[in-house]
């Protein structure tokens, strides 16, 4: 690779937006038919770097150089025209058109008298998806796919214009095991037909599986390109945020009270099945299992958003049913949700209403809303969480996406329930962040809080929780201590082939 010119070349690029310097002069070059890994803490310049590249943004400084000659590129269209494909963190499709009309946005193929040519347009998309072993076809309305389908739209859309780079900015946030298989497969194959791959990603094992080479942001400057093979996680984790991580067992042991929440023989549906556990005050319990084992929809439950058709759910000891999400905040019930985008957050509005305004109710004594303690109450999660925002009036819809994840956090968590539960706290957070995170997640059990922390992710499991309820197929097959639980018996557990309890 060493005598190959760099297909693509970033110099001394500087993006400001008001009260925010993004990016201060970056510097990065990518080679033909390498993965290119881009990291760095939310907020450190990643989606904005790309989004300079892909035309969405044009900076205040620096060059664009590709295929050695010197390019702007004003809009999407004409980044596409120079080979660069982005594919969005939060994905970018117009929902009610088709997946071909999708694939060939803003620049129809079009026939004589400016028509659009239909035939040849869905022809050529449908070879596309049949490629990517795709089970939809071109006249498929995007709206109703899910995101791992979306996503291939996405890539469908950057083979069909024979892109020179393409960029994931954090493609598998919400993809099952299996989809990240092909999704790797399709990464793998682009690379030996020689498109270069930009991957940006917070999780370490993804990274160090695909990448070849490393480049880290911080605080929008760059800090330095790695080489996959000659690294480790820690010296990236060094240049990301300054330090190494202390992964030493973050258990806080508190004082365990009296049983919060008691979940009796719950069902719903075929989604889970007779489901029994309870929570304690001061304890953390973490639901471990693949996608699809019924853990969020157990929360859902609790929070009022599926009704169960058999079982009892007990909050103090008193039964008690959960019609609606007003319902459960009433019961002193909260839920992170998984998917924070569409079930949390106002984008339009300030971050410091975001975070209170589920309270304002308690506090509008009188007419008047206390605006400085509103303040208060953001700037304090602000600095527990690291949110990284220019003041509490910037527009949540701005900040970075593992910043905005972290206003959610703080939504919930300032209406200081007394069950929290969170589903995949961590998701889209960098390395540094998540610790901080788990922390504060060890820090509200121990002040009394009942909490069930649902993860995908075994080391945060491992971290946090104080028993582990290992789930398969909308059953709880085994349950754990602390003490019992390690990452053997968890993964046997969650594979159906655990020897517990199994019903
Ligand atoms: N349109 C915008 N208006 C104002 N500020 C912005 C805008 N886009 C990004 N920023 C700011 O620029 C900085 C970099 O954001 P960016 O989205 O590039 O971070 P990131 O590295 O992708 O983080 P994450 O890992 O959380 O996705 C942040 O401080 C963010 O608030
Ligand atoms: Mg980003």
Not at 271 to 282: K, T
Not at 308 to 331: K, Q, W, Y
Not at 482 to 487: G, R, S
Request: charged share 25%.
């Amino acid at each position: 690779m060493s005598e190959a010119q760099p297909v693509l070349r970033l110099e001394g690029i500087v993006k400001t937006f008001p009260g925010v310097r993004a990016l201060d002069g970056v510097d990065f070059s990518v080679f033909p038919g390498e993965v290119h890994a881009l990291m760095g803490e939310n907020g450190a310049g990643k989606s904005t770097l790309m989004k300079v590249l892909a035309g969405m943004y044009q900076p205040n400084e620096g060059r664009i150089i590709i295929d050695r000659k010197p390019v702007v590129m004003r809009n999407p269209i004409e980044a596409k025209q120079n080979g660069i494909i982005l594919i969005h963190q939060e994905l970018s499709l117009a929902e009610q058109m088709t997946v071909a009309e999708n694939v060939f946005l803003g620049e129809l193929p079009r026939r004589r008298w400016g028509f659009v040519d239909w035939k040849v347009l869905e022809e050529r998309v449908g070879s596309i998806l049949a490629k990517l072993n795709c089970d939809f076809g071109p006249r498929t309305n995007v709206g109703s796919l899910s995101i791992a389908k979306k996503q291939m739209v996405e890539i469908a859309r950057a083979l069909t214009h024979q892109a020179k780079v393409v960029v994931f900015d954090e493609p598998t946030a919400s993809l099952t095991d299996a989809e990240k298989v092909v999704l790797f497969d399709i990464i793998n194959d682009l690379k030996s037909d020689g498109v270069s791959i930009v991957y940006i990603s917070h999780r370490m094992e993804e990274i160090f599986t695909i990448s070849d080479r490393i480049t880290v942001l911080r605080d929008g400057s760059y800090r330095g390109t790695l080489v996959a093979v000659d690294t480790t996680e820690d010296e990236v984790t060094q240049l990301m945020i300054g330090r190494s991580l202390d992964y030493s067992r973050n258990i806080e042991q508190g004082e365990i009270g009296d049983i919060t929440l008691e979940v009796d023989g719950l069902s719903c549906g075929r989604l889970y099945s007779d489901v029994s556990f309870s929570v304690r005050a001061g304890e953390v319990v973490g639901f471990y299992g693949l996608v699809g084992a019924g853990r969020t929809e157990i929360a859902e439950t609790l929070f009022g958003l599926r009704e169960p058709t058999s079982g009892t759910i007990r909050l103090d000891g008193e039964a008690v049913s959960i019609g609606s999400p007003a319902d459960a905040i009433a019961n002193g019930i909260s839920l992170v949700p998984e998917s924070r985008k569409e079930q949390g957050l106002v984008l339009g509005m300030n971050c410091r209403d975001n975070i209170t305004l589920p309270q304002v109710d308690d506090m509008t004594a009188g007419p008047f809303v206390s605006n400085g303690a509103e303040i208060a109450i953001y700037d304090m999660y602000r600095d527990r969480l690291d949110i990284k925002a220019p003041s509490w009036r910037s527009e949540v819809g701005n900040l970075s996406g593992g910043n905005q994840q972290k206003i959610v956090i703080g939504k919930w968590l300032a209406m200081k329930p007394r069950v929290l539960i969170v589903d995949e706290p961590t998701r889209g957070i960098d390395v540094g962040s998540k610790a901080e995170i788990h922390s504060l997640i060890r820090e509200l059990a121990h002040s009394g809080y009942a909490v069930i922390v649902i993860s995908s992710e075994m080391p945060e499991i491992l971290r946090v929780s104080d028993r582990v309820i290992a789930m398969y197929q909308g059953r709880i097959m085994r349950e754990f201590t602390a003490d019992e639980v390690n990452e053997d018996n968890l993964v046997q557990a969650i594979s159906g082939i655990g020897n517990g309890k199994a019903a």
